[in-house]
């Protein structure tokens, strides 16, 4: 709620007095734009203002107004979030970070790149390819996301399975507190134990701790990988989720193991017409990248494991037409789904020798509830994203697909897995995470999230229940 | 200090209540020897009494005791810490978890292992071996060290260079709190967000936010490696380092990368006898673990970086037993320098590019302070370990030591690096820390210390600068 001292309109009247003009917004269709996330299903409120930082300063400047007003902050990136965790709400400004785009630094030796908040990730892939340096973190929305909105929801990926999330890569960042102050965490170095480990309590606190407005990310070699790919098809997403759990326990680790099913295939390929397979019921995407025998072995490995666990087809080959094309369906499965109505995203993590059965599950959730659901997965990662559909204006769907959504959630959390895997709690999860948290450790969410916003003002009501 | 409403006394006889009576020590021998750890030069005061836990409830009630009375507890393992991190200090009651030693799961198809904290680190390693699986975590103190101290310092080992530190292993723990509540952080799963990341932050935060009672780790397939030995000697300390920076600039990431210098070489085969070569200045010893082809042309990279460094030698084979020997003489050169009078253990990471300056600067010291300190490395995280030595009983050579020590921080400060890489702020690096870490940011530290521990239970005054 507003300061009593101070109101709204102040706050307002002082971003646009410390701020250049182009930098805030308070057209209602400017508000709108900028109310919510991707997460069509998530309750957002216009904010007051927006404000399009393009410094450190102008968010610290943003912030001190909003505490001295009593509103609150709901920091962003692209808004490409899948949780609601940047939707506004009552009384707050967003402030936007698209516009901090610099790479500040790209060291080859140290093997480490320096970039503000709103480059896309895609950009930064590139910048450092160029010193033949790779970011592995590839979330879906790679091309579009940025890295702060990666770090700030600890965002996962394809590559995940063999090489980590965001968090693995970020070594230290620049902070916006609660009450404007800008802190260093973390360090350049490879290694490091001075202090807490609040670059890691940053990741993933979704705005609600501090504002991350510059990261420090660590890279590795581009080179020194060679891509095979492996492709399974199935007659039936438990026999796909089998070989999931068979590569799993075999020790094998790849660098990329999706599944997609029926309705995703045939969504995207009704979109582009990729000439994808039809009539089987899931795909196994996978890709090996170890160099020459190793390689070949592993691959070879892995298709054993489809065909043994019913496959109707095995195709390897090194990076085969057909494999890009399946990795790109991939890829497009989110947005090719979007067409046929509001798509409520799960992220449920199970582990990986629950993946056959979460996935019989899932489709049980889909029949008991009539309801149309995609399936997305990083298989290997046991993290799945069963994609629920209603169709636009229809209420009764729509209903119908909470009823599902909270059902995969309990069944996740039945079969030892947990709610969110790499989207993040935001506000979609809270639910899930009040079931997942016990009441001791959502306190002690709540006793962090006092001791570093003792105001709220940054993003309250997300990442935990309060 | 002492709660007013109840007496140290009344805490010990509490303990002895509600403990086994062989849990409770109270003899002044056996206080005496759980006063301090691994750090010879920190503070330390007799505690009261020393529980010696066999469960979490055993834990859970000394909390519950020494709260009740106001006192302070310090957990410690195997007592094997090099930064004074589990010093007992007055009014304290010591919590040892070294009887905590059971593993209680391996789950071979999820890739896991759950374990209490008192399991030392080889036990673990050797546990999971049997099925096929890896925990690469491992500090020079692997045989004598537990996973519980290794999680609460976050420690770093010889692996680090390709396989990362303690904390990218840790999933989950079981948490004794400041107020005796135990709860679960984290998850089983390969990925999972929800909420803050509690686990991170317990991890190296040295029992001041909580007492690690249990453990969740991540594991690695066991096979699918090939080990290969690279050994460059070099007759200076900085040909050693520009090798070291030349290997990391090429974007050669090695298994192991460890440095050990003349004073090492030389104390261990005093003590040893292991025919080790003498007569140069520093030795590189390196692995490559790639199959195959891969293998090869890594290690012919890595030796000719070491050639073209100057290296006087370089021999490579695939685990010669030259490389076995050396090897155990980077492991055993800690108690063979000791042997020599009490080691003041430097724990410094540089940017790798810096680590031949870094390693002159150290040389200057000795020389400018007149000590004798040998370097062990874990040079390719510029990761180093310059340790001090003085003669026992000679005071004058102490404090020229204390000098030289704080001067190597300085120094790696000045070159952009961190005052401790793995073995912790404990109490030695306090000072370290005060620079490293902004007022600001100590004042982070203090609110998240007093929102998780309000009346200062846990092993206060360790960790970062109050």
């Known amino acids: 709620m507003p300061h009593p001292n101070s109101s709204p309109t102040d706050a307002v009247a002082r971003l646009r007095r410390d701020l250049a003009p182009d930098r805030v917004l308070t057209e209602p269709a400017d508000l709108a734009?900028?109310?919510?996330?991707?997460?069509?299903?998530?309750?957002?409120?216009?904010?007051?203002?927006?404000?399009?930082?393009?410094?450190?300063d102008d968010v610290a400047v943003a912030v001190r107004a909003a505490a001295a007003s009593g509103l609150h902050v709901v920091a962003r990136g692209a808004g490409t979030g899948l949780s609601g965790g940047a939707n506004a709400m009552a009384d707050s400004i967003v402030v936007s970070l698209e516009r901090m785009t610099r790479i500040l630094e790209v060291d080859a030796d140290e093997r480490l790149v320096v970039a503000e908040a709103g480059v896309l990730n895609d950009d930064l892939r590139q910048a450092v390819a160029a010193h033949g340096l790779w970011y592995p973190p590839d979330p879906a929305s790679h091309r579009i996301s940025t890295i702060g909105g990666?770090?700030?929801?600890?965002?996962?990926?394809?590559?995940?399975?063999?090489?980590?999330?965001?968090?693995?890569?970020?070594?230290?960042?620049?902070?916006?507190?609660?009450?404007?102050?800008?802190?260093?965490?973390?360090?350049?170095?490879?290694?490091?134990?001075?202090?807490?480990?609040?670059?890691?309590l940053m990741v993933g606190s979704e705005g609600t701790l501090g504002i991350i407005v510059e990261l420090t990310l660590k890279l590795l070699p581009l080179g020194g990988r060679e891509d095979r790919a492996i492709v399974g098809s199935f007659d039936s997403l438990e026999?796909?989720?089998?070989?999931?759990a068979a590569i799993s326990s075999a020790g094998i680790v790849p660098s990329a193991l999706e599944l997609i099913d029926r309705n995703c295939i045939e969504a995207v390929d009704a979109w582009q017409s990729l000439g994808l397979p039809h009539g089987?019921?899931?795909?196994?995407?996978?890709?090996?990248?170890?160099?020459?025998?190793?390689?070949?072995?592993?691959?070879?490995?892995?298709?054993?494991?489809?065909?043994?666990?019913?496959?109707?087809?095995?195709?390897?080959?090194?990076?085969?037409?057909?494999?890009?094309?399946?990795?790109?369906?991939?890829?497009?499965?989110?947005?090719s789904l979007e067409r046929l109505g509001p798509v409520l995203t799960e992220d449920i993590c199970v582990p990986r020798g629950r993946v056959p059965e979460m996935l019989a599950r899932i489709q049980a959730s889909a029949r008991d509830h009539?309801?149309?659901?995609?399936?997305?997965?990083?298989?290997?990662?046991?993290?799945?994203?069963?994609?629920?559909i209603a169709p636009e204006g229809d209420g009764a769907a729509k209903a119908r697909a909470k009823l599902a959504f909270d059902r995969i959630v309990d069944d996740c959390r039945a079969l030892g897995g947990t709610v969110t895997g790499e989207h993040g709690v935001g506000l979609l999860k809270l639910p899930g995470a009040v079931h997942e948290l016990s009441p001791r450790v959502v306190e002690l969410h709540r006793a962090i999230k006092l001791a570093l916003d003792p105001e709220g003002v940054l993003n309250p009501g997300k990442a935990f229940p309060a």
Do not use: Q
């Open 33 to 56: 734009r900028y109310a919510h996330d991707d997460a069509e299903w998530a309750d957002f409120t216009d904010p007051l203002a927006v404000v399009l930082a393009e410094t450190v």
């Open 150 to 200: 990666n770090a700030t929801t600890n965002a996962g990926g394809i590559c995940c399975v063999k090489y980590g999330v965001t968090r693995d890569y970020v070594l230290g960042m620049t902070v916006v507190l609660a009450d404007g102050d800008v802190v260093r965490l973390g360090r350049r170095t490879a290694k490091g134990v001075t202090g807490y480990d609040l670059t890691a």
């Open 239 to 244: 026999a796909a989720g089998k070989a999931v």
């Open 280 to 335: 089987v019921e899931a795909m196994l995407l996978a890709r090996v990248d170890e160099v020459g025998a190793a390689g070949e072995a592993l691959a070879g490995a892995m298709a054993e494991r489809m065909a043994r666990a019913d496959a109707l087809t095995v195709e390897r080959g090194a990076s085969t037409e057909e494999a890009d094309r399946l990795f790109l369906a991939r890829r497009l499965a989110y947005p």
């Open 370 to 388: 009539d309801v149309v659901i995609a399936n997305i997965a990083h298989a290997g990662d046991g993290n799945l994203h069963p994609l629920i």
